[in-house]
Nanobody, 128 residues
């Protein structure tokens, strides 16, 4: 089994930056597709960014493209989400996800229930 633990969330003013981390344990995720999703109050969980095993392929939701950057350090079994130019509408709980059998593109569109591993989430709040 894979355990995912997110960190780095918090309260930031609009225009600010945060860097989220997702540390995996239990087994190496170096060959897993990894992703970040977010869920605002009263809304469904939505895709934000995904990255393939090597880090060479990434996908972003239109709402975060150009502001967020997903990356990974396979030696540390960790995935990151650098979030710049944050907006109040970015306020949500951010979740890390992992899948050993998908692709970065597929994870961006697949049903959330099809993704086998999820973290507990970290709260990001952007004030105006």
């Amino acid at each position: 089994q894979v355990q995912l633990v997110e960190s780095g969330g918090g309260l930031v003013q609009a225009g600010g930056s945060l860097r989220l981390s997702c540390a995996a344990s239990g087994r190496t995720v170096s060959n897993y597709v990894m992703g970040w999703f977010r869920q605002a109050p009263g809304k469904e969980r939505e895709f934000a960014a995904t990255i393939n095993w090597s880090g060479g392929i990434t996908y972003y939701a239109d709402s975060v493209k150009g502001r967020f950057t997903i990356s990974r350090d396979n030696a540390k079994n960790t995935v990151f989400l650098q979030m710049n130019s944050l907006k109040p509408e970015d306020t949500a709980v951010y979740y890390c996800a992992a899948d050993p059998r998908s692709s970065a593109q597929a994870m961006s569109v697949t049903s959330r229930r099809a993704i086998p591993y999820w973290g507990q989430g970290t709260q990001v709040t952007v004030s105006s």
